[in-house]
């Protein structure tokens, strides 16, 4: 039986950190790619492709140690219809430099004896592109789902799916030249099942009133550094633990994460703590208690919490009225954000449809260089002259170190954090500083007197929170923006100290983007929409991403294997994703630092006084009656403001 909100709230830091250490090892693994493929590869999948008709081709069993580059293949223009050639094992013959798809093309081995190609490569990186289409396609319809009915049905089933992923992946590998083909489902279930790790921990940070944003990022952070476990078990694999081990051992985790989501996760949305519906509740329930920070807990001590996070979920909006996030002002019937059309906002919404550019092209980027990692280091190599016996261990180190990188994802999610978090919050010693009076529940700043939520009674002016969060998201998607600017310039070197520096920044700016995406959703928009509109650009990005295999495939061929000029015309498109901070900025500038407060047409509740914590719900709904004139409710931590 799921949890209540109380219950759930009693066991938040173990949801928080289980949910932080799921998304690490589960949600988006599959952006390891670098590493994954060189274990596909070295255990045949696709390797029949490498081989002509006629060929023998190799059972797994049969296979031998083979260096990875072989001699220039002959110059023959037909193959031949005899198979001839040397007799490695005794059971098969390998036609060694005879036979190939064209005589300049080398012949390749990985380590475990199966041949490589460039038509193993192109369909491998084919199915990669379909399985982050998956990831990231699949928010939409998540996000309606999870804004209706909560995250423990999707955590449950993700789960299972996760670890089906890995058990085809494991059984795919013992005979690789038939069941090579369940690659697609495999590579499919995890995005699709990856995902869900994350989607449903967004809602988790609810619990952490004053650490939200922080949360939050950490949540996407740890999503972002998932990536590392592939290059973990690439260095285990090279030690010698088989594929199968290692995939039948991440699939029972996955099973283990469902039995955790079955005992903690709540069966209802988890709404934010201040919201208006929470506390209507609680003074109907307890209009005797005190309310301040100590009493925060009571938010969710009670089981009719479950039914009112239903109501944040719009199923009883007719019944309650509307329901405020924290912060928001209503007027009327509606809010001072009236919940918009979501169709308008996808087609009318300038800022809307620059973050669905910029998401789309820093995407592209970001996966592209993932999938084409092998293609860009090969490609460097040769040009800087290094022995093609040297190519395998190269592409194998670099594929480990930027693996390793990806833990920096983590790192920054705090950075980002910061970034969003700026100069929202009081400061307490600024207050009593101000001239903070505890009797009036006043402070004095720059002469005026404020309230505790800093408004100004006497001139009806208060801080306008909402220019500040809109001043954090450009910078946010300015610093994005020139971060990934800088990473397109250093990509374009064949020098390898240089990648290191593109590793990391590669990290930063796929913790940057999903973070400032989502604040900006957040800020701008009505939340009912939050889900769907992550959802919408999601699913549009992840359409985009599929770009890349057809991109791949030019390179190879049109390209001679450099991805030089592509690289080229993509920095000049990512520098469109300047235009979303200069919106951003503009749509700031539009607003004044303070907005108006009439102070005869609101009610300050501060902490010592119980008797007006909250007006009842009869009350709420004929706040509009008061001096007969339109009213502002604000939600705000610490107090209630009408």
Same mark, same amino acid.
């Given at each position: 039986?799921?949890?209540?909100?109380?219950?759930? =709230?009693?066991?938040? $830091?173990?949801?928080?950190?289980?949910?932080?250490?799921?998304?690490?090892?589960?949600?988006?693994?599959?952006?390891?790619?670098?590493?994954?493929?060189?274990?596909?590869?070295?255990?045949?999948?696709?390797?029949?492709?490498?081989?002509?008709?006629?060929?023998?081709?190799?059972?797994?069993?049969?296979?031998?140690?083979?260096?990875?580059?072989?001699?220039?293949?002959?110059?023959?223009?037909?193959?031949?219809?005899?198979?001839?050639?040397?007799?490695?094992?005794?059971?098969?013959?390998?036609?060694?430099?005879?036979?190939?798809?064209?005589?300049?093309?080398?012949?390749?081995?990985?380590?475990?004896?199966?041949?490589?190609?460039?038509?193993?490569?192109?369909?491998?990186?084919?199915?990669?592109?379909?399985?982050?289409?998956?990831?990231?396609?699949?928010?939409?319809?998540?996000?309606? *789902?999870?804004?209706?009915?909560?995250?423990?049905?999707?955590?449950?089933?993700?789960?299972?799916?996760?670890?089906?992923?890995?058990?085809?992946?494991?059984?795919?590998?013992?005979?690789?030249?038939?069941?090579?083909?369940?690659?697609?489902?495999?590579?499919?279930?995890?995005?699709?099942?990856?995902?869900?790790?994350?989607?449903?921990?967004?809602?988790?940070?609810?619990?952490?009133?004053?650490?939200?944003?922080?949360?939050?990022?950490?949540?996407?952070?740890?999503?972002?550094?998932?990536?590392?476990?592939?290059?973990?078990?690439?260095?285990?694999?090279?030690?010698?633990?088989?594929? /199968?081990?290692?995939?039948?051992?991440?699939?029972?985790?996955?099973?283990?994460?469902?039995?955790?989501?079955?005992?903690?996760?709540?069966?209802?949305?988890?709404?934010?703590?201040?919201?208006?519906?929470?506390? *209507?509740?609680?003074?109907?329930?307890?209009?005797?208690?005190?309310?301040?920070?100590?009493?925060?807990?009571?938010?969710?001590?009670?089981?009719?919490?479950?039914?009112?996070?239903?109501?944040?979920?719009?199923?009883?909006?007719?019944?309650?009225?509307?329901?405020?996030?924290?912060?928001?002002?209503?007027?009327?019937?509606?809010?001072?954000?009236?919940?918009?059309?979501?169709?308008?906002?996808?087609?009318?919404?300038?800022?809307?449809?620059?973050?669905?550019?910029?998401?789309?092209?820093?995407?592209?980027?970001? @996966?592209?260089?993932?999938? $084409?990692?092998?293609? =860009?280091?090969?490609?460097?190599?040769?040009?800087?002259?290094?022995?093609?016996?040297?190519?395998?261990?190269?592409?194998?180190?670099?594929?480990?170190?930027?693996?390793?990188?990806?833990?920096?994802?983590?790192?920054?999610?705090?950075? *980002?954090?910061?970034?969003?978090?700026?100069?929202?919050?009081?400061?307490?010693?600024?207050?009593?500083?101000?001239?903070?009076?505890?009797?009036?529940?006043?402070?004095?700043?720059?002469?005026?007197?404020?309230?505790?939520?800093?408004?100004?009674?006497?001139?009806?002016?208060?801080?306008?929170?909402?220019? /500040? /969060?809109?001043?954090?998201?450009?910078?946010?998607?300015?610093?994005?923006?020139?971060?990934?600017?800088?990473?397109?310039?250093?990509?374009?070197?064949?020098?390898?100290?240089?990648? @290191?520096?593109?590793? @990391?920044?590669?990290?930063?700016?796929?913790?940057?983007?999903?973070?400032?995406?989502?604040?900006? =959703?957040?800020?701008?928009?009505?939340?009912?929409?939050?889900?769907?509109?992550?959802?919408?650009?999601?699913?549009?990005?992840?359409?985009? *991403?599929?770009?890349?295999?057809?991109?791949?495939?030019?390179?190879?061929?049109?390209?001679?294997?450099?991805?030089? $000029?592509?690289?080229?015309?993509?920095?000049?498109?990512?520098?469109?994703?300047?235009?979303?901070?200069?919106?951003?900025?503009?749509?700031?500038?539009?607003?004044?630092?303070?907005?108006?407060?009439?102070?005869?047409?609101?009610?300050?509740?501060?902490?010592?006084?119980?008797?007006?914590?909250?007006?009842?719900?009869?009350?709420?709904?004929?706040?509009?009656?008061?001096?007969?004139?339109?009213?502002?409710?604000?939600?705000?931590?610490?107090?209630?403001?009408?």
């Amino acid at each position: 039986m799921a949890p209540s909100i109380k219950k759930a =709230y009693k066991r938040k $830091w173990w949801i928080a950190c289980t949910a932080i250490l799921e998304n690490l090892t589960f949600a988006a693994v599959l952006l390891g790619w670098s590493s994954l493929l060189l274990m596909l590869k070295n255990e045949g999948f696709y390797a029949y492709r490498c081989y002509e008709e006629g060929e023998f081709l190799p059972d797994k069993g049969d296979l031998t140690n083979a260096t990875y580059y072989d001699e220039l293949a002959d110059d023959v223009t037909t193959y031949p219809t005899s198979t001839t050639g040397n007799d490695t094992t005794g059971n098969y013959t390998m036609m060694g430099n005879e036979t190939m798809r064209n005589s300049t093309e080398k012949i390749k081995y990985m380590p475990s004896g199966y041949r490589t190609c460039v038509a193993q490569d192109e369909i491998l990186n084919r199915y990669f592109s379909i399985g982050s289409c998956v990831l990231s396609a699949v928010t939409i319809c998540l996000g309606a *789902i999870m804004d209706t009915y909560g995250s423990r049905a999707i955590r449950l089933t993700g789960s299972v799916t996760f670890a089906l992923s890995c058990f085809l992946f494991a059984y795919g590998s013992t005979n690789p030249n038939e069941l090579s083909s369940l690659m697609i489902p495999a590579v499919c279930m995890n995005g699709a099942g990856g995902i869900t790790y994350i989607f449903t921990s967004f809602p988790i940070p609810n619990f952490f009133e004053n650490l939200r944003s922080t949360m939050i990022a950490l949540m996407i952070g740890s999503y972002s550094a998932s990536a590392l476990i592939y290059m973990l078990f690439k260095a285990l694999y090279d030690m010698g633990v088989s594929f /199968q081990t290692l995939m039948m051992f991440h699939g029972s985790l996955a099973l283990l994460t469902t039995l955790n989501a079955f005992i903690s996760q709540p069966g209802v949305p988890i709404p934010a703590p201040g919201d208006l519906s929470y506390a *209507i509740s609680l003074k109907e329930k307890k209009k005797a208690e005190k309310y301040d920070q100590k009493a925060a807990p009571e938010v969710f001590d009670n089981d009719a919490s479950d039914t009112v996070g239903r109501r944040l979920s719009n199923t009883d909006n007719a019944e309650n009225g509307k329901t405020l996030a924290p912060g928001k002002v209503v007027k009327d019937d509606e809010s001072s954000e009236p919940k918009q059309n979501f169709w308008r906002i996808v087609c009318c919404s300038p800022i809307y449809m620059c973050s669905v550019v910029t998401m789309c092209l820093t995407q592209l980027r970001l @996966i592209a260089y993932m999938g $084409w990692f092998e293609l =860009y280091f090969t490609s460097s190599a040769e040009r800087m002259g290094y022995d093609d016996s040297e190519i395998y261990d190269l592409v194998n180190y670099y594929a480990q170190l930027f693996g390793i990188f990806q833990i920096n994802c983590f790192f920054m999610a705090p950075v *980002i954090g910061q970034i969003m978090d700026w100069n929202l919050r009081s400061n307490k010693t600024d207050n009593k500083s101000a001239g903070f009076s505890p009797a009036k529940n006043e402070i004095k700043l720059n002469g005026t007197e404020q309230d505790v939520n800093g408004n100004a009674p006497n001139n009806g002016a208060r801080k306008n929170i909402k220019k /500040q /969060q809109i001043m954090n998201l450009f910078r946010a998607f300015f610093i994005t923006n020139l971060l990934l600017t800088l990473f397109g310039i250093l990509i374009l070197f064949d020098n390898f100290h240089l990648q @290191i520096i593109a590793f @990391i920044l590669h990290t930063v700016v796929r913790t940057f983007l999903h973070s400032s995406t989502g604040g900006l =959703y957040a800020a701008m928009y009505h939340f009912s929409h939050f889900g769907k509109l992550t959802g919408f650009t999601s699913f549009t990005g992840a359409a985009f *991403i599929l770009v890349q295999d057809p991109m791949f495939v030019a390179i190879n061929s049109d390209f001679g294997g450099n991805p030089f $000029w592509l690289n080229v015309a993509m920095l000049i498109f990512t520098a469109t994703g300047f235009l979303l901070p200069f919106l951003l900025w503009r749509e700031a500038n539009k607003l004044s630092d303070y907005e108006p407060v009439a102070s005869d047409d609101r009610f300050c509740i501060a902490d010592d006084d119980t008797e007006n914590l909250v007006a009842s719900a009869h009350s709420i709904r004929s706040v509009r009656d008061v001096n007969g004139s339109s009213n502002d409710v604000t939600v705000s931590k610490g107090a209630l403001v009408f």
